[in-house]
Structures are given as C-alpha cells and as structure tokens.
Nanobody, 115 residues
Framework: QVQLVESGGGLVHSGGSLRLSCAAS????????MVWYRQALEKQRELVAF???????NYADSVKGRFAISRDNNKNTVYLQMSNLKPEDTAVYYC?????????WGQGTQVTVSS
C-alpha cells in the first residue's frame, strides 16, 4: 500500500510562487509515475502534470511554462513548483500514484491565489 501526503499549499497573491510536495510511503516510489491533479470549486478534477520513473514530464497547456514537476527518489517525494500564479490556479491540488491495478491519492492541499 502507498500513502501520499501533500503539503505546501496556501494563500498567495497573483504572480507569486508556491512549491507543493507529495511524500510517498513504500519502497516502489522510484518506479512509479507520479501525477498532480487539481480540482477547483464546482469543476471537474483536471490533470496538471506528471513525471515518469524515467523523469519524462508533461503538463497541461494551462500551466506550461509556469509549473515544473520534479521528483527526489531518495526522499520519496514529488514536487510541483508553481510560479506566476493566477487566480484561476485556485484549487485543491492532489497527487496520485497509479500502481498496477491500484490508484493511490493524497488528501489534497488547498492553493488559493488572490487577484
């Protein structure tokens, strides 16, 4: 079983930056693609970025050039560096670890960007 714990959310002004962290339990972290999602109020959850075990990354068009995903396998942690934040980035951010037929999610961390 994998447990995921997100942290780093908060309130920031438009144009500001935050770094989210997602710490994972278990010994298989380095072999797993890690994914960040977000869900704004009354909207569907959307994929923000992912990073594969081989460090291939991909981003939603809405965050390209502003967000950067990375991982530290020694710390079993995936990061989401968010820069030039906009009010439309306001959401609960979740990390996800698909492991075989299982899907693990964290509890989420709130990011609020004021205009």
């Amino acid at each position: 079983q994998v447990q995921l714990v997100e942290s780093g959310g908060g309130l920031v002004h438009s144009g500001g930056s935050l770094r989210l962290s997602c710490a994972a339990s278990g010994s298989i972290f380095s072999t797993v693609t890690m994914v960040w999602y977000r869900q704004a109020l009354e909207k569907q959850r959307e994929l923000v970025a992912f990073i594969t075990a081989g460090n291939i990354t991909n981003y939603a068009d809405s965050v390209k050039g502003r967000f950067a995903i990375s991982r530290d396998n020694n710390k079993n942690t995936v990061y989401l560096q968010m820069s030039n934040l906009k009010p439309e980035d306001t959401a609960v951010y979740y990390c996800r670890a698909p492991v075989g037929s299982f899907d693990y999610w964290g509890q989420g961390t709130q990011v609020t960007v004021s205009s």
